[in-house]
Protein backbone atom coordinates (compact mmCIF):
# COMPACT_ATOMS: atom_id res chain seq x y z
CA UNK A 1 0.00 0.00 0.00
CA UNK A 2 0.85 3.65 -0.37
CA UNK A 3 -0.43 5.63 2.71
CA UNK A 4 -0.24 9.41 3.60
CA UNK A 5 0.17 9.82 7.79
CA UNK A 6 0.01 13.55 8.55
CA UNK A 7 2.22 14.39 11.96
CA UNK A 8 4.63 11.43 11.39
CA UNK A 9 7.51 13.10 13.50
CA UNK A 10 5.36 12.81 15.91
CA UNK A 11 5.54 10.38 19.09
CA UNK A 12 2.67 8.21 17.72
CA UNK A 13 2.57 9.15 13.85
CA UNK A 14 6.45 8.45 13.91
CA UNK A 15 5.98 5.04 15.41
CA UNK A 16 3.42 4.08 13.01
CA UNK A 17 5.19 5.38 10.31
CA UNK A 18 7.98 2.62 11.00
CA UNK A 19 4.91 -0.38 11.60
CA UNK A 20 3.59 0.57 7.82
CA UNK A 21 7.05 0.75 6.68
CA UNK A 22 8.34 -2.50 8.62
CA UNK A 23 5.43 -4.30 6.68
CA UNK A 24 6.88 -3.13 3.09
CA UNK A 25 4.07 -0.31 2.80
CA UNK A 26 5.25 3.17 1.20
CA UNK A 27 4.49 5.83 3.43
CA UNK A 28 4.58 9.75 3.06
CA UNK A 29 4.60 11.73 6.11
CA UNK A 30 3.73 15.31 6.80
CA UNK A 31 4.87 17.61 9.55
CA UNK A 32 5.35 21.05 10.62
CA UNK A 33 7.08 20.26 13.10
CA UNK A 34 5.36 22.81 15.56
CA UNK A 35 5.13 19.72 17.98
CA UNK A 36 6.80 16.82 16.06
CA UNK A 37 10.45 16.62 15.98
CA UNK A 38 12.72 15.78 13.21
CA UNK A 39 15.12 13.66 15.31
CA UNK A 40 12.00 11.18 15.42
CA UNK A 41 12.15 10.49 11.37
CA UNK A 42 16.39 10.62 11.36
CA UNK A 43 16.10 7.06 10.92
CA UNK A 44 15.12 6.77 8.16
CA UNK A 45 16.89 8.72 6.04
CA UNK A 46 17.92 6.92 2.85
CA UNK A 47 14.56 4.66 3.12
CA UNK A 48 13.31 4.32 -0.47
CA UNK A 49 9.53 3.86 0.85
CA UNK A 50 9.50 6.80 2.69
CA UNK A 51 9.01 10.91 1.55
CA UNK A 52 8.67 13.58 4.03
CA UNK A 53 6.76 16.81 3.29
CA UNK A 54 7.25 19.75 5.61
CA UNK A 55 3.98 20.58 5.60
CA UNK A 56 1.08 22.71 7.73
CA UNK A 57 -2.16 20.13 6.81
CA UNK A 58 -4.20 22.76 8.18
CA UNK A 59 -3.26 24.84 5.15
CA UNK A 60 -4.64 23.32 1.71
CA UNK A 61 -1.84 20.29 0.04
CA UNK A 62 -2.27 17.81 -2.76
CA UNK A 63 -0.53 14.47 -3.43
CA UNK A 64 0.41 12.67 -6.45
CA UNK A 65 -0.16 9.36 -7.31
CA UNK A 66 -1.99 6.54 -6.10
CA UNK A 67 -2.85 6.39 -2.85
CA UNK A 68 -4.52 4.05 0.10
CA UNK A 69 -5.08 5.44 3.10
CA UNK A 70 -4.74 8.90 4.74
CA UNK A 71 -3.94 8.36 8.65
CA UNK A 72 -4.43 11.89 10.23
CA UNK A 73 -2.39 12.40 13.58
CA UNK A 74 -1.37 15.95 13.20
CA UNK A 75 -2.01 18.08 16.18
CA UNK A 76 -0.45 18.98 19.61
CA UNK A 77 -1.51 16.55 21.99
CA UNK A 78 -0.30 17.37 24.96
CA UNK A 79 -1.93 19.52 27.71
CA UNK A 80 0.92 22.96 28.07
CA UNK A 81 0.95 22.11 23.57
CA UNK A 82 -2.62 22.54 22.93
CA UNK A 83 -2.81 25.07 25.67
CA UNK A 84 0.38 27.28 24.17
CA UNK A 85 -1.25 26.28 20.41
CA UNK A 86 -5.04 27.02 20.97
CA UNK A 87 -5.85 28.60 17.20
CA UNK A 88 -3.70 26.13 15.64
CA UNK A 89 -5.11 22.83 17.55
CA UNK A 90 -8.51 24.26 16.83
CA UNK A 91 -7.41 24.31 12.78
CA UNK A 92 -6.04 20.99 12.49
CA UNK A 93 -8.30 19.55 14.35
CA UNK A 94 -11.59 20.88 11.98
CA UNK A 95 -9.86 22.70 8.62
CA UNK A 96 -7.38 20.29 8.77
CA UNK A 97 -9.54 17.33 9.15
CA UNK A 98 -11.18 18.33 6.22
CA UNK A 99 -8.21 18.48 3.86
CA UNK A 100 -7.56 15.22 4.83
CA UNK A 101 -10.65 13.82 3.91
CA UNK A 102 -10.88 15.21 0.93
CA UNK A 103 -7.36 13.99 0.02
CA UNK A 104 -9.10 10.54 0.89
CA UNK A 105 -12.27 11.41 -1.25
CA UNK A 106 -10.21 12.27 -3.99
CA UNK A 107 -8.02 9.52 -4.17
CA UNK A 108 -11.15 6.91 -3.21
CA UNK A 109 -8.23 5.89 -0.11
CA UNK A 110 -9.18 4.67 3.73
CA UNK A 111 -9.43 7.70 6.27
CA UNK A 112 -7.97 6.76 9.55
CA UNK A 113 -8.38 9.53 12.25
CA UNK A 114 -7.08 9.63 15.78
CA UNK A 115 -9.08 11.09 17.69
CA UNK A 116 -8.82 10.83 21.76
CA UNK A 117 -10.30 9.73 25.10
CA UNK A 118 -10.60 13.36 25.99
CA UNK A 119 -13.73 13.34 23.91
CA UNK A 120 -15.27 11.74 27.02
CA UNK A 121 -14.40 14.71 28.94
CA UNK A 122 -14.44 14.49 32.65
CA UNK A 123 -16.43 11.25 32.46
CA UNK A 124 -19.14 10.53 35.04
CA UNK A 125 -19.13 6.71 33.32
CA UNK A 126 -16.34 4.52 34.51
CA UNK A 127 -14.94 2.79 32.50
CA UNK A 128 -15.53 4.36 29.28
CA UNK A 129 -17.39 3.10 26.63
CA UNK A 130 -17.36 3.96 22.94
CA UNK A 131 -21.36 4.30 23.53
CA UNK A 132 -20.55 7.23 26.22
CA UNK A 133 -21.10 10.88 24.83
CA UNK A 134 -19.04 12.46 27.71
CA UNK A 135 -18.92 15.02 29.59
CA UNK A 136 -17.25 17.94 28.50
CA UNK A 137 -16.62 21.71 28.43
CA UNK A 138 -16.97 23.57 25.28
CA UNK A 139 -15.63 26.69 27.02
CA UNK A 140 -13.30 25.26 29.51
CA UNK A 141 -9.06 25.31 29.47
CA UNK A 142 -8.83 21.76 27.48
CA UNK A 143 -11.84 23.07 24.96
CA UNK A 144 -9.53 23.31 22.06
CA UNK A 145 -8.55 19.93 22.03
CA UNK A 146 -11.77 18.28 23.54
CA UNK A 147 -13.89 20.03 21.33
CA UNK A 148 -11.27 19.55 18.46
CA UNK A 149 -10.97 16.40 18.23
CA UNK A 150 -15.02 15.67 19.10
CA UNK A 151 -15.21 18.22 15.58
CA UNK A 152 -12.78 16.39 14.11
CA UNK A 153 -14.86 12.74 14.73
CA UNK A 154 -18.20 14.69 13.49
CA UNK A 155 -16.23 15.78 10.41
CA UNK A 156 -15.45 12.34 9.31
CA UNK A 157 -18.68 10.79 9.97
CA UNK A 158 -20.05 13.26 7.84
CA UNK A 159 -17.85 12.58 4.68
CA UNK A 160 -18.50 8.96 5.73
CA UNK A 161 -22.50 9.30 6.01
CA UNK A 162 -22.58 11.86 3.04
CA UNK A 163 -19.93 10.87 0.69
CA UNK A 164 -19.51 7.48 1.39
CA UNK A 165 -15.43 8.01 2.50
CA UNK A 166 -14.48 4.76 3.62
CA UNK A 167 -13.52 5.92 7.72
CA UNK A 168 -11.96 4.52 10.53
CA UNK A 169 -11.81 6.65 14.07
CA UNK A 170 -9.70 5.64 16.92
CA UNK A 171 -9.94 6.82 20.55
CA UNK A 172 -6.19 6.66 21.46
CA UNK A 173 -6.10 6.53 25.60
CA UNK A 174 -2.99 7.65 28.02
CA UNK A 175 0.00 6.80 26.03
CA UNK A 176 3.39 6.34 26.82
CA UNK A 177 6.99 5.28 25.33
CA UNK A 178 10.94 6.06 23.60
CA UNK A 179 10.05 9.43 21.21
CA UNK A 180 8.23 11.32 23.53
CA UNK A 181 9.84 14.81 24.32
CA UNK A 182 10.41 15.98 27.83
CA UNK A 183 8.97 18.34 29.70
CA UNK A 184 6.07 18.19 27.18
CA UNK A 185 3.25 18.01 29.73
CA UNK A 186 2.72 14.33 29.72
CA UNK A 187 2.46 12.77 33.11
CA UNK A 188 4.62 9.51 32.21
CA UNK A 189 7.78 11.99 30.92
CA UNK A 190 7.33 14.48 33.45
CA UNK A 191 7.97 12.05 36.34
CA UNK A 192 10.78 10.04 34.50
CA UNK A 193 12.92 13.37 33.47
CA UNK A 194 12.54 15.11 37.22
CA UNK A 195 13.75 12.02 38.46
CA UNK A 196 16.25 11.34 36.38
CA UNK A 197 17.50 15.21 36.71
CA UNK A 198 16.95 14.36 40.37
CA UNK A 199 14.19 17.44 40.93
CA UNK A 200 10.31 17.01 42.40
CA UNK A 201 7.82 15.02 40.82
CA UNK A 202 5.09 17.45 40.20
CA UNK A 203 1.61 15.70 41.51
CA UNK A 204 -1.25 17.72 40.97
CA UNK A 205 -4.34 17.78 43.88
CA UNK A 206 -3.58 14.83 45.97
CA UNK A 207 -2.48 12.69 43.56
CA UNK A 208 -5.44 10.16 43.58
CA UNK A 209 -6.48 10.85 39.92
CA UNK A 210 -6.33 8.17 37.86
CA UNK A 211 -5.46 6.84 34.22
CA UNK A 212 -4.42 3.81 32.15
CA UNK A 213 -1.36 3.72 30.41
CA UNK A 214 -0.87 1.83 27.01
CA UNK A 215 2.85 1.10 25.30
CA UNK A 216 3.61 2.96 22.38
CA UNK A 217 3.87 -0.87 20.59
CA UNK A 218 0.46 -1.65 22.22
CA UNK A 219 -0.98 1.14 20.42
CA UNK A 220 0.30 1.06 17.16
CA UNK A 221 -0.24 -2.67 17.05
CA UNK A 222 -4.34 -1.70 18.41
CA UNK A 223 -4.19 1.10 15.50
CA UNK A 224 -2.88 -1.20 12.60
CA UNK A 225 -5.81 -4.14 13.27
CA UNK A 226 -8.25 -1.40 13.38
CA UNK A 227 -7.12 0.42 10.26
CA UNK A 228 -6.99 -3.06 8.12
CA UNK A 229 -10.40 -4.12 9.48
CA UNK A 230 -13.80 -3.31 8.46
CA UNK A 231 -14.96 -1.61 11.66
CA UNK A 232 -16.16 2.20 11.11
CA UNK A 233 -17.33 3.01 14.45
CA UNK A 234 -15.14 4.75 16.89
CA UNK A 235 -13.11 2.07 18.92
CA UNK A 236 -11.01 2.79 22.17
CA UNK A 237 -7.67 1.63 22.30
CA UNK A 238 -5.78 1.78 25.72
CA UNK A 239 -4.59 -0.51 28.46
CA UNK A 240 -7.30 -0.71 31.23
CA UNK A 241 -4.83 -0.90 33.93
CA UNK A 242 -5.92 1.76 36.17
CA UNK A 243 -2.69 3.49 38.19
CA UNK A 244 -3.41 6.67 40.92
CA UNK A 245 -0.46 9.25 40.07
CA UNK A 246 1.16 8.72 43.13
CA UNK A 247 1.08 5.12 42.27
CA UNK A 248 3.13 6.30 39.36
CA UNK A 249 5.51 8.52 41.14
CA UNK A 250 6.42 4.90 43.35
CA UNK A 251 7.08 2.87 40.94
CA UNK A 252 9.38 5.64 38.23
CA UNK A 253 11.10 6.57 41.41
CA UNK A 254 11.83 2.87 42.31
CA UNK A 255 12.90 1.86 38.38
CA UNK A 256 14.81 4.88 38.16
CA UNK A 257 16.51 4.48 41.59
CA UNK A 258 15.56 8.08 42.29
CA UNK A 259 15.42 9.90 45.97
CA UNK A 260 13.36 12.97 44.28
CA UNK A 261 10.63 14.26 46.58
CA UNK A 262 7.37 14.88 45.53
CA UNK A 263 5.70 18.29 45.42
CA UNK A 264 2.01 18.50 45.11
CA UNK A 265 -0.02 21.49 43.58
CA UNK A 266 -3.09 22.54 42.90
CA UNK A 267 -5.61 20.53 40.35
CA UNK A 268 -5.50 22.34 36.83
CA UNK A 269 -8.48 23.11 35.50
CA UNK A 270 -11.14 20.65 34.22
CA UNK A 271 -8.57 17.85 34.60
CA UNK A 272 -10.41 14.51 34.35
CA UNK A 273 -10.05 12.27 37.77
CA UNK A 274 -10.76 9.02 36.31
CA UNK A 275 -9.30 7.80 32.70
CA UNK A 276 -9.66 3.75 31.90
CA UNK A 277 -10.81 2.36 28.36
CA UNK A 278 -13.73 -0.32 27.74
CA UNK A 279 -11.31 -2.01 25.20
CA UNK A 280 -14.60 -5.03 25.00
CA UNK A 281 -14.76 -3.75 21.30
CA UNK A 282 -10.94 -4.01 20.62
CA UNK A 283 -10.92 -7.33 21.97
CA UNK A 284 -14.07 -8.85 20.14
CA UNK A 285 -13.13 -6.92 17.16
CA UNK A 286 -9.91 -6.41 16.36
CA UNK A 287 -8.58 -9.57 18.83
CA UNK A 288 -6.34 -7.17 20.59
CA UNK A 289 -5.71 -6.49 23.65
CA UNK A 290 -2.26 -4.37 25.26
CA UNK A 291 0.72 -7.01 26.66
CA UNK A 292 3.38 -4.90 27.85
CA UNK A 293 2.93 -4.44 31.15
CA UNK A 294 3.65 -1.07 32.90
CA UNK A 295 6.70 -1.88 34.61
CA UNK A 296 8.44 -3.14 31.45
CA UNK A 297 7.25 -0.27 29.41
CA UNK A 298 8.66 2.27 31.95
CA UNK A 299 11.93 0.46 31.71
CA UNK A 300 12.03 1.16 28.25
CA UNK A 301 11.29 4.71 28.62
CA UNK A 302 13.31 5.28 30.99
CA UNK A 303 16.57 3.63 29.41
CA UNK A 304 15.50 6.06 26.47
CA UNK A 305 15.07 9.34 28.63
CA UNK A 306 18.63 8.50 29.98
CA UNK A 307 20.08 9.00 26.64
CA UNK A 308 17.90 12.07 25.90
CA UNK A 309 19.10 13.46 29.20
CA UNK A 310 22.82 12.73 28.93
CA UNK A 311 22.54 14.45 25.57
CA UNK A 312 21.53 17.49 26.49
CA UNK A 313 17.97 17.45 24.45
Known sequence: MRVAITGAAGFVGSHLTDRFLA?????????NFITGQPENLAHLAGEPRFRFVQQDVSDPFTIEGPLDGVL?????????????????????????????LEIARAHRARFFLASTSEVYGDPTVHPQP?????????????????????FAEATTMAYHR????????????NTYGPR???????????????????????????????RSFCYVSDLVEGMYRLFHSERWEPTNVGNPGEFTMLE???LVLELTGSTSPLEHRPMPADDPKQRKPDITVARTV??????????????????YFRKVVAGGR
Open 286 to 303: LKWEPGVPLREGLARTIE
Open 180 to 210: MRPRDGRVVSNFIVQALMGEPLTVYGHGQQT
Open 23 to 31: DGHEVIGFD
Open 130 to 150: ETYWGYVSSVGERSMYDEAKR
Open 162 to 173: SLGVDTRIVRIF
Open 248 to 250: LAA
Open 72 to 100: HFASPASPPDYQKYPLETLKVGSIGTANA
